[in-house]
């Protein structure tokens, strides 16, 4: 069974672009979850997608948006980068709402410059 | 509101000898509790959960955690630890408000000496 995959796994951008990061979860899963992972931050809760619906957001500007696909693929966009955006970027799905944990893809590293 | 703390930044330990990694939690109902591994540059590897049930999980590699509701713990352990265990170890919680997030605790780095 394939895992959960993001690509790219590195993304350079110059500030002020937008950026758009890209998920597909495990075969089944409805429910897609994005993290932040920046330097010395944790893991930051950014977004939860399930059944085609943005169910809930962090404490993230409205700059950072996303939307999940009829197959429950995903895409986060980030507009307007900011030095402070760079980070990895981590993609989970899990059957439902997560109740019993997700899996995790290996991310994509956004670096701006 | 709910959240998870991990004590320690890193953890040394020499191969071989036992590894405890620490997690207290505080949480309004019964907790989902979690551990996840990462490797560098890459995603979080799942170990284990505690969803109800016995309070010793026994999950990947070896390695179990131990939950304690009076002590609001779930330390992560292992018999005997091996070189290839170093890596950045993450607690985490299930949020309660049916946000679907998970709330991590800052890190541990585990770090296994031959």
């Known amino acids: 069974e394939a895992g959960v995959t993001q690509s790219p796994t590195h993304l350079i951008k110059t500030r002020g672009q937008q950026a758009t990061l890209r998920c597909s979860p495990i075969?089944?899963?409805?429910?897609v979850y994005w993290y932040q992972q920046a330097l010395g931050l944790g893991l930051q809760f950014l977004l939860w997608?399930?059944?085609?619906?943005?169910?809930n957001r962090g404490n993230f500007p409205p700059r950072f948006s996303g939307r999940q696909f009829p197959n429950y693929s995903s895409e986060l966009n980030v507009n307007a980068l900011e030095l402070e955006d760079s980070a990895l970027y981590l993609c989970?799905?899990?059957?439902?709402?997560?109740?019993?944990?997700?899996?995790f893809g290996s991310g994509t590293r956004l670096t701006v410059v | 509101a709910q959240s998870v703390a991990q004590p320690e930044d890193q953890v040394n330990v020499a191969e071989g000898n036992p590894l405890t990694v620490k997690c207290t939690y505080s949480?309004?109902?019964?907790?989902?509790l979690f551990w996840y591994v990462q490797y560098p540059n890459r995603g979080l590897q799942f170990l284990l959960k505690?969803?109800?049930?016995?309070?010793l999980v026994k999950g990947s590699y070896g390695f179990e955690a131990e939950f304690n509701k009076s002590q609001t713990s779930f330390h992560l352990k292992k018999p005997s630890a091996l070189v290839s265990d170093s890596a950045l170890y993450f607690c985490?919680?299930?949020?309660?408000?049916?946000?679907?997030?998970?709330?991590f605790g800052q890190g541990t780095t585990l770090q296994v000496k031959p």
């Open positions: 989970a799905s899990a059957p439902g709402q997560g109740t019993y944990g997700y899996t």
């Open positions: 075969s089944g899963h409805t429910s």
């Open positions: 997608y399930d059944e085609g619906e943005e169910r």
């Open positions: 949480v309004s109902g019964n907790p989902y």
């Open positions: 505690y969803i109800t049930g016995d309070n």
């Open positions: 985490a919680v299930r949020d309660y408000s049916n946000t679907g997030k998970l709330i």
